[in-house]
């Protein structure tokens, strides 16, 4: 039996591990601790809220005490760490909150974690912390162009595979961190307490870095499911600067695949970067987008493209992220099982399938949030 904390379980990545785990190992008592911010949804979770290995307890991780009492309560031996807040363009706007939950909420977590591992006569024997982390901390890679061949071309990775990329560089566990957005900065500072507590007192943690996700269940304020609901209801699609900054696409069951192998057979103390080796411009992705919407719809393919609204860029865009998960690939034998192609049709008829999962959020309070930060660019 082990008891293990998912914290941030009812938001997107959340929900799929919560999921994957509480499904995987009926042996296991999973405990969800959300404080259910705009983000974290319950509905995510429906399919397993009533399985009897499954406990979801509604708090704020920064609220020390409470987060003491559940690691007693459930004698607690292991935790993934995913709360934060997780939205860039929110992080521009009120920054603290930023550093409140993903920097103090983290601390808080961390030393819960030491007192209560302590106090056990065992100590850290059979614990472990696994903090989720972001591409983002490494800060930008360049649009370089090797040889003068025009970007993307393709280029081998150390696995020997061969992928399409916008640049020669990659994101490598031993880059130091640059991170540019108040939200990278607070998940870069939350990455160095979790080593630090390793370093000072032991504490068996690892750190995984992964690059975007997308998939069921992701909030409608990220480019992707965003897009497939304006679309639907043929609305504006505000495309930030020119569209040529590129992103590392994962489905987001592979993410949760990794976390549970990572939790499982990762070396302690360790650094894992996750990616897909999936590198798209925003611009191509989301024609792809309009495409698979317009055909899934009926409608004709491609007749949504005069959605396209190029406005004014994000602050600090980052120009590239490009994941190099060779040694998560090499150490530990995984990598994405999913196409993109696959994953994205997948992931837009989901969309399509559950308006009403999408039409609870974006009506009411969130609609005017979107209104109001659309209005302001
Ligand atoms: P999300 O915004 O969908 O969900 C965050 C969850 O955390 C929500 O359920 C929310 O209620 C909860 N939460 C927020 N503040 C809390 C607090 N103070 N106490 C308790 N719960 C709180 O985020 P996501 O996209 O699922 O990301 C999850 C984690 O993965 C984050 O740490 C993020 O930095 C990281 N990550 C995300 C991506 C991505 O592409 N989405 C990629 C790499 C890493
Ligand atoms: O790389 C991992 C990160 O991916 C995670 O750590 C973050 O939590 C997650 O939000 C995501 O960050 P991004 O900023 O890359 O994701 P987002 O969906 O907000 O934007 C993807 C790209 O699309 C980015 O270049 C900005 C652009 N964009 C986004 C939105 C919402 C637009 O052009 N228009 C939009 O309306």
Known sequence: MRNIIITGGAGFIGSHVVRLFVNKYPDYHIINVDKLTYAGNLANLKDIEDKPNYTFVKADICDFETIMGIFRKHNVDGVIHLAAESHVD???????TFAQTNVMGTLSMLQAAKLYWESLPEKWEGKRFYHISTDEVYGALEMTDPDGIE??????????KHHLAYGSKFFTEDLKYQPHSPYSAAKASSDHFVRAFHDTYGMPTIVTNCSNN????QFPEKLIPLFINN???RKPLPVYGKGENVRDWLFVEDHARAIDLIFHKGTIAETYNIGGFNEWKNIDIIKVVINTVDRILGRKEGEDMDLITYVTDRAGHDMRYAIDS???QRELGWEPSLQFEEGIEKTVRWYL??????DNITSGEYEKYYESMYANR
């Not at 929110?90 to 603290?96: A, E, G, L, M, T």
């Not at 399938?353 to 999408?358: E, K, P, T, Y």
């Open 353 to 358: 399938d559950n308006q009403a999962w999408m």
């Open 90 to 96: 929110r992080s521009i706007k009120d920054p603290f």
């Open 214 to 217: 997308y998939g069921p269940y």
């Open 231 to 233: 679309i639907r209801h």
């Open 326 to 328: 060779t040694k998560l």
């Open 151 to 160: 970007p993307p071309f393709t280029t081998k990775a150390s696995s020997g």
